[in-house]
């Protein structure tokens, strides 16, 4: 299986995902630490998470992938959402809470 069909596998079978840098407990940049934070106060309390420091191939297949350059990226139900960015902006307006499956 090569890395673009090993990070399709990973959005698909779990509902919410997020490829950061480091771990929830222990994030590894602030705008992985601010995507936690935001998923938390969604009511997202367990989203399935990769550390792409930990996998080089996904850490540039990511990229590739979503056609996105920066991590953290945010996955619901199979479908790209975005960065950090893009889930402050949608939190703040009250949109990102929609997204996720009850």
Known sequence: MNTQERIKEIV????????????????QCGFSGRAIQILNAC?????????????????????E??????????YVNGEFIGGSDIM???????ELKEVFPA
């Open 43 to 63: 009511g997202v309390s367990e989203p399935f998470t990769v550390n792409v420091l930990a996998d080089e191939g996904i850490r540039q297949g990511i990229k």
């Open 12 to 27: 698909t079978s779990h509902p919410v995902v997020l490829f950061m840098k480091g771990t929830p407990q222990f994030p």
């Open 65 to 74: 992938y979503a056609n996105w350059p920066t991590i953290p990226q945010l």
């Open 88 to 94: 402050t902006e949608m939190y703040e307006s009250g």
